[in-house]
């Protein structure tokens, strides 16, 4: 039987040269894990290339960096390689206005499961969405499982990565955006007219979306609970609320009242 642990995963590049090469020739990166406490020349080098490139670096144990790299040497370092070039906002709202139509977004505040991230994307590029945010830390980012859970949607939506959710939020606001919050508590999903230029917001899949981001959406909206359980997958959640906005967006079209 094979020992998976022996191999190292698709998306990992481990050990300094390796590592400092990748992030030479600009081949896209989601981010560089260091091990706990490593502070010798060479990698400190590779850190400050990095940053500089505004990649996410983040400390680990030397134990996930065995795990991850397999049986090849990682000397303290590996870099999580992206599935694809990262897009802006800039361009996904250029793209929307390229295809004449009102800006449909998915924003995801700190989803942290790759699957999850993957199946969303995937939905994504089902409904018409123009692209998908994410923020640059505390999310999954886009690694090979995303690419996989994607069904291959990945090579087709737009994803990008900013700093600041509540800032990013903000500026679509000032574009004539309106943001609408998947939460608890909040307006039946299907009295909501998401027709026009809207931006979804999903949240963590333990914590949902944070206080902060909850404040700046304009609606907050919520699926009806039947069951014993109160609240959804967060992929399943996303899906159902893109094909609601979906809905609305064709019956707007077909009625011509947005080009």
């Not at 009102?102 to 994504?124: M, V, W, Y």
């Not at 996989?148 to 903000?170: C, F, H, P, Q, W």
Request: proline content about 4%; charged content about 25%.
């Amino acid at each position: 039987m094979k020992d998976n642990k022996t191999e190292p995963k698709p998306d990992v590049i481990s050990g300094r040269n390796p590592v400092s090469e990748a992030v030479r020739s600009g081949r896209p990166i989601d981010k560089i894990l260091v091990a706990r406490g490593e502070k010798t020349g060479a990698v400190v080098g590779i850190l400050a290339k990095a940053r500089a490139k505004q990649i996410p670096v983040k400390e680990v144990d030397r134990a996930k960096l065995d795990f991850l790299s397999g049986s090849a040497p990682h000397q303290g370092i590996v870099a999580l390689a992206a599935a694809k070039e990262y897009s802006t906002v800039e361009e996904i709202l250029a793209y929307a206005e390229e295809r004449n139509e009102p800006p449909f977004l998915i924003i995801l505040d700190e989803l942290e499961d790759p699957h999850n991230l993957g199946a969303i994307i995937r939905t994504a590029e089902c409904t018409g969405a123009h692209g998908v945010i994410i923020p640059k830390r505390r999310s999954a980012g886009l690694s090979y499982t995303v690419g996989k859970a994607s069904a291959g949607a990945v090579e087709y939506m737009r994803v990008a990565r900013v700093t600041n959710i509540s800032d990013l939020i903000d500026k679509l606001k000032e574009r004539g955006v309106w943001v609408y919050g998947a939460d608890m508590n909040g307006t039946d999903y299907a009295d909501c007219d998401m027709s026009g230029a809207c931006a979804i917001v999903i949240g963590n899949e333990g914590k949902g979306i944070s206080r902060l981001v909850r404040e700046k959406c304009d609606v907050i909206v919520s699926l009806p609970m039947k069951g014993k359980i109160n609240s959804l997958n967060a992929s399943v959640a996303a899906g159902v609320l893109m094909y609601h906005a979906l809905k609305g967006r064709r019956q707007t079209k077909g009625r011509g009242q947005y080009v």
